[in-house]
């Protein structure tokens, strides 16, 4: 099985049912206020329950870099390429910013 492990602790992050994990890391960015508390709108959950995405977890935000972990349910050699985009949501009504990640798990063309 795979191992996610958390930045800075070096701890191992469990990711049951996964054959494979993407790390997603964001660089130059937090997922607290400047008082140390959570930014994080909705705490991942225990399994997500499809067939591709098993679940996600945070790996880490420690110095500039937020992390998470998204369980593959299906082995993905190292060798290939991931497809992977990013783009940012503005929540104007909470004045928030939310991150989308979008990824193609398989070879299928994108939808």
Same mark, same amino acid.
């Given at each position: 099985?795979?191992? $996610?492990?958390?930045?800075?602790?070096?701890?191992?992050?469990?990711?049951?049912?996964?054959?494979?994990? $993407?790390?997603?890391?964001? *660089?130059?960015?937090?997922?607290?206020?400047?008082?140390?508390?959570?930014?994080? $709108?909705?705490?991942?959950?225990?399994?997500?329950?499809?067939?591709?995405?098993? *679940?996600?977890?945070?790996?880490?935000?420690?110095?500039?870099?937020?992390?998470?972990?998204?369980?593959?349910?299906?082995? &993905?050699?190292?060798?290939?390429?991931?497809?992977? *985009?990013?783009?940012? &949501?503005?929540?104007?009504?909470?004045? *928030?910013?939310?991150? &989308?990640?979008?990824?193609? &798990?398989?070879?299928?063309?994108?939808?």
């Amino acid at each position: 099985m795979p191992v $996610l492990t958390g930045d800075a602790s070096g701890l191992t992050i469990p990711m049951d049912g996964t054959d494979s994990i $993407l790390r997603v890391v964001f *660089r130059l960015a937090q997922a607290h206020t400047e008082d140390g508390i959570s930014s994080v $709108l909705e705490a991942p959950r225990e399994a997500v329950g499809l067939a591709a995405i098993t *679940r996600y977890a945070p790996a880490g935000d420690f110095e500039g870099t937020v992390t998470y972990g998204i369980g593959v349910g299906h082995p &993905v050699p190292s060798t290939v390429n991931t497809a992977v *985009r990013v783009y940012e &949501v503005e929540r104007i009504e909470q004045g *928030r910013h939310l991150y &989308v990640v979008a990824v193609q &798990v398989d070879a299928s063309p994108w939808r």
